[in-house]
């Protein structure tokens, strides 16, 4: 039986990362008082970030990641994300933006020219 | 101090203070708009009480037994008329099976002219105390027998926003064509000629908030807030036809509270009552600016009351001739304390042009009192408070050590070229003071003697440190030096920044009482500590 993917953008599913690390971030404003200790007043709570990577997409499986990040592919910057949350300890849905995309290419065909896929591809998903 | 809870106090002395918040609201309408309002029906019961439904009033409504469905008197779950209060409208009408009515109620509110300036809405309550609302009603907008906008809408709140611009109008009905339950009859708290905005921190892009007062009152407080708003899908450019710029007008009312989360729960304190006085929304800025003053906004006209009188009648009559809004609850926005009407002034032979907030600030000098808007947006003539809680400003949260200036030395005071003194010193400054309010000289002489009294503290302190907003002005508090002493002070100034979290600046005077004894050094909160 298939598993429910870890991470949807936009009720898309994203191919299962080979590795998924999650981020958790209290925003503080933060300085030191006259007696030289910190001091700080909590901004925001929970600010959550998700970093995935796939040692190996096909081209179409790469290229169907960025286009749903792509504005002029009818993607979106700022995305409603669902995915697994560490500190909710389960699956939330949050706006989040996406960071680079980045990927090294495996190989070309060599009849063909054609790229054959991608690997060591990343990207972060990080809460706006 | 503003009261706040223990849990609040106790989290203003953490390192880490909890996440704070700042809400505003902002009432879009025409100043004046809803008190030349005037309501008329197709039929209402004898106990309804629809002539006040339009008003700024927030009252409370309470269920109440009547023939209607499940509204009986026998289960004891309802008051009995006529021990309500206030039942807001209520139709003669009842809804039939499916919730419609054979005749629709319909409410009318016919303006005192024509309102060409225009409001983005009407808000709506029906029945917060039954829970009950119209599910399908019509709203109409017209120029004397015109129709100049029409709409329907489709309800499932007790509280409805109704998005229909409006200008160029000179009454408004509300039709309510199917009422939410069968066998009921239709009801209506209150009508807003208008909507309501509210901000957080989500929008706002800069928020701060100034306030001074003088302990003499020989300057009119200042009480005001500027904010920023993002711009950048243009809703405030002047030039969009369809921008939120068209509802803006000086005087409209903005609220302000302040916020803690502690233990997951929001605490909130009202943080004041303002009015628009300016914005600044460049056509190209991703920002709009908005700046909103306090109650003496209304107050600058001159004043033409009696110039022979208790000082009490005299301010009584500046507040009524400046014709301020009322609170909520229907009650005026000042407050003259009752020893004012021990102290009589003539100034009859003077012909100066005073506006109507000098003549209250020279009521409260000549009664050594102070002036000031509170948070409610009162404001309040009153003898300087004496049972401020204790509160202290720390090293602990202070982000600079206080600064310390000294006035000049007092040699004396002089009320009035002489009619009153009080002696300090064999030398220095000789300090004048001029009110026309102040008619003899025992008034004089008590005046110059309660001068004397204050400035003869020559420590003006001041510094920055993580604000909690519950401090206000003409506070007393402690503010601990860097050599660990105590110092006491009333404060004058206070400024509140807002960029996620709270940054504050405070200047005050120091005062005479003992703060070693006022200030036990035993905390109980936050930066409060108990009196001894």
């Known amino acids: 039986m298939a598993i429910d993917a870890l991470v949807y953008v936009n009720g898309y599913a994203l191919p299962e990362p080979s590795t998924y690390s999650g981020n958790t971030s209290t925003l503080v404003d933060s300085a030191r008082n006259v007696s030289g200790y910190m001091i700080g007043a909590v901004i925001r709570d929970d600010v959550a970030k998700v970093e995935l990577t796939w040692r190996y997409l096909t081209a179409e499986q790469w290229a169907y990641v960025n286009k749903l990040f792509s504005r002029v592919h009818g993607g979106a910057f700022i995305n409603a994300v669902r995915f697994y949350d560490q500190t909710a300890g389960g699956y939330i849905t949050r706006q989040m933006y996406v960071g680079d995309r980045k990927a090294g290419m495996w190989r070309r065909d060599p009849q063909t020219g054609a790229v054959l896929g991608w690997t060591d591809c990343s990207l972060s998903l990080v809460e706006v | ?532």
């Open chain 2, 1 to 532: 101090m503003i009261a706040t809870s223990d849990k609040w106090r106790i989290a203003q002395l953490d390192s880490l203070a909890p996440e704070a918040f700042v809400e505003i609201t902002y009432k879009v309408t025409e100043p004046g708009l809803q008190e030349s309002a005037v309501e008329s029906n197709n039929g209402a019961m004898s106990f309804s009480d629809h002539n006040n439904i339009v008003d700024m009033t927030g009252r409370e409504h309470q269920t109440y037994a009547t023939l209607e469905h499940n509204l009986w008197a026998l289960g004891g779950d309802h008051e009995l008329l006529p021990n309500v209060d206030d039942t807001g409208f209520v139709s003669s009408v009842i809804s039939g099976g499916d919730g419609s009515f054979s005749t629709s109620p319909v409410i009318t509110i016919t303006l005192d002219a024509l309102h060409a300036q225009a409001i983005p809405g009407i808000t709506i309550t029906w029945s917060t105390a039954y829970g009950e609302y119209a599910s399908r009603f019509r709203v109409r907008a017209f120029n004397g027998n015109t129709e100049i906008a029409s709409q329907e809408f489709e309800n499932t709140s007790v509280e409805t926003d109704c998005q229909i611009a409006l200008s160029g109008y000179n009454k408004v009905q509300i039709e309510i064509l199917e009422w939410c339950l069968p066998n009921r009859r239709a009801r209506m708290e209150r009508l807003f000629l208008g909507a309501t905005q509210t901000y957080n921190k989500n929008n706002l892009l800069s928020y701060t908030h100034k306030q001074s007062a003088d302990l003499l009152s020989a300057e009119l407080p200042k009480n005001n807030i500027t904010f920023s708003l993002n711009n950048a899908d243009g809703l405030w450019n002047p030039d969009n036809p369809s921008g939120h710029i068209r509802y803006l007008a000086e005087r409209q009312e903005v609220r302000v509270r302040y916020g803690f989360k502690l233990d997951g729960v929001i605490e909130w304190i009202d943080a004041g009552t303002f009015w628009i006085s300016g914005w600044d929304t460049p056509s190209n800025g991703l920002e709009a600016k908005f700046t909103a003053r306090d109650m003496l906004e209304f107050m600058s006209d001159i004043y033409t009351g009696p110039k022979k009188g208790s000082l009490y009648e005299i301010a009584t009559a500046a507040f009524v001739q400046a014709d301020l809004p009322t609170l909520d609850n229907g009650d005026p926005r000042w407050f003259i304390a009752d020893n004012l009407k021990e102290y009589m002034a003539d100034f009859s032979d003077n012909n100066t042009d005073y506006k109507l907030a000098e003549i209250v600030q020279l009521c409260a000098n000549a009664a050594c009192c102070v002036m000031f808007q509170d948070r409610r947006g009162v404001v309040r003539v009153e003898s300087i408070r004496e049972n401020s809680a204790g509160y202290a400003i720390r090293k602990m949260i202070s982000y600079t050590h206080p600064e310390f200036t000294l006035t000049k030395p007092l040699k004396s005071v002089s009320v009035n070229n002489g009619m009153g003194i009080a002696e300090h010193s064999a030398s220095g400054e000789v300090q004048k003071l001029e009110n026309s309010l102040i008619s003899d000289e025992t008034r004089a002489n008590h005046v110059a003697e309660w001068v004397r009294r204050t400035l003869e503290n020559r420590k003006i302190i001041s510094g920055d440190y993580r604000a909690d907003p519950s401090m206000d002005v003409l506070d007393k508090i402690a503010v601990e030096s860097k050599y660990g002493t105590n110092n006491a002070i009333y404060v004058t100034e206070i400024e509140y920044k807002f960029a996620g979290a709270f940054h504050g600046k405070y200047t005050g005077r120091s005062t005479d009482f003992d703060v070693e004894t006022w200030y036990s050094g035993e905390l109980v909160s936050g930066g409060g500590v108990k009196r001894a």
